[in-house]
């Protein structure tokens, strides 16, 4: 297998038949399973680091990462984002995509490549995205690993209040306050165990500011809405076939471990690690041990199919 390093692969564009147009880094050996990354919530297709996506390669993925829509080189949606209040009282706009679109634009990435089964690794948001594709595409699906994510029932994985605190505050209108807004909620909701760096973190903070082809803010509240239109999402969980990992924190204070507990009830078969010390971030003490929960769990499935029961 020839050695592909993330830094060395560029970005490019699948135009969609919805008119979306959603950016993508392919990884490795396109001989290799295929693997694909979504991140979550306001985060670009970088925050997936050099060091975590190296590590899936060299340990014999084929590894492609999306920016979702409303983020970093893929199509920022033109309709206005919610206002506050709306974010608040989480009423959506009539005008709002759901998870389940932007769960369509990442198909359809894997319809650009030719890619007809995959291994869907999402975290946070894109935990829910990736959640959704196996619910609703289960023969794409080989299998599932939801990192630090939720069911969309409201009375799990909620955040704290003094996370929420640092999520009402006025968006960054520059480079220089979007690093500082990023390492400012990064530093809270990383975990007592895994203490961030801050000049890695300042650096994703400002390529993903340079790389975002639109507005972050609103992009980002669109993003909230439509997390806020799915609602619980339970019962579709429950359809799910792909062998399925779920990894938590036992520290997050973003999304509450007891929703990473709640998807593990909600998906048939599914396996529970909790990580001591491990917030909502993955910094670089974490890339050997998550992905190595990963890939173990990917090669238990190989290529043998969707209907893999993992003891």
Known sequence: MPETSAVESADQYATLPSGMTICFRDHGDKDDPAMLLIAGLGEDLTFWTDSFV????????????IDNRDVGQSTFVAAPPPGTWRQIAARPRGDAYALADMAQ??????????????HLVGRSMGGMIAQTIAATEPERALSLTSVYSTTGARKVGQPALSTIR?????PAKNRTAAVCAHLRLTRHVAGVGHPIDDAAEAAIAARGWDRSAGDPAAGTARQIQAIQRSGDRTAQLSGITAPTLVIHGDRDLLVHPSGGAATVRAIRSARHVVIPGMGHHLPESLVGPVTTHISQHANRVGGGGNHVRIP
């Open 166 to 170: 640092l999520l009402a505050a006025p």
């Open 105 to 118: 634009d990442a198909v359809g990435v894997l319809d650009h490549l030719g890619i007809a089964r995959v």
């Open 54 to 65: 190296d590590s899936l390669v060299a340990r014999g993925f084929r590894v492609v990462a």
